[in-house]
């Protein structure tokens, strides 16, 4: 099960951290990854992290502004946004994916991800 949490409404230009806890399985073996989802739009991609928390894969509209980490001691992965524009409104998923590897680089794509939280809104507003 993955439980997010810390969406809100900010302004562009501001930052929020979500969070997503994972229970029931061994989160230390599995990459973890955050996706979202815009009004009408498809499920996209935005970052990716090893299980071991070395390596880090980013979506070009993200990177620079976002940073993904994870605690494995504490079954966490965050999701640091900052410099957020109107555009980044979305509803954000956790994912967990069956991988110990470390080419997150070929995580991008949703069908690779078996377990998925509920989601939490982010909304932007200009």
């Known amino acids: 099960q993955l439980v997010e949490s810390g969406g809100g409404l900010v302004q562009a230009g501001g930052s929020l951290r979500l969070s997503c806890v994972a229970s029931?399985?061994?989160?230390?073996?599995?990459?973890m990854a955050w996706f979202r989802q815009a009004a009408g739009k498809e499920r996209a991609f935005v970052s990716a992290i090893s299980s071991s928390g070395e390596n880090t894969h980013y979506a070009v509209s993200v990177e620079g502004r976002f940073t993904i980490s994870r605690d494995n001691a504490k079954n966490t992965v965050y999701l640091q946004m900052n410099s957020l524009k109107p555009e980044d409104t979305a509803v954000y998923f956790c994912?967990?994916?069956?991988?110990?590897?470390?080419?997150?680089?070929?995580?991008?794509?949703?069908?690779?991800?078996?377990?998925w939280g509920q989601g939490t809104q982010v909304t932007v507003s200009s």
């Open positions: 029931g399985r061994i989160f230390s073996s599995h990459t």
């Open positions: 994912a967990a994916a069956d991988y110990i590897g470390s080419m997150v680089d070929l995580m991008e794509s949703k069908y690779e991800y078996d377990s």
